[in-house]
């Protein structure tokens, strides 16, 4: 008795969630696709052009290249 109350009852919670969509084959997900820039201040010597400003130069007090607001 208790094991067809357990199962009636994962039946219907399965039945009640959500499918999932399918993903469209050759088309990569989103998260994938979105590319984050570095904000100001971010170290930037191994990818000048992903600061958001598009600003990477080099900061001689510290010997390293950040990204710059201007």
Do not use: H, V
């Amino acid at each position: 008795m208790k094991f067809s109350i357990i199962l009636t009852t994962f039946i219907a919670a399965a039945l009640a969630a959500p499918a999932a969509e399918p993903q469209p084959e050759g088309q990569p997900a989103l998260e994938i696709l979105e590319k984050r820039c570095l904000p100001n201040g971010a170290d930037c010597i191994r990818t000048p052009n992903d600061c958001c400003s598009k600003s990477c130069y080099m900061d001689k007090g510290q010997a390293t290249y950040r990204c710059y607001p201007w």
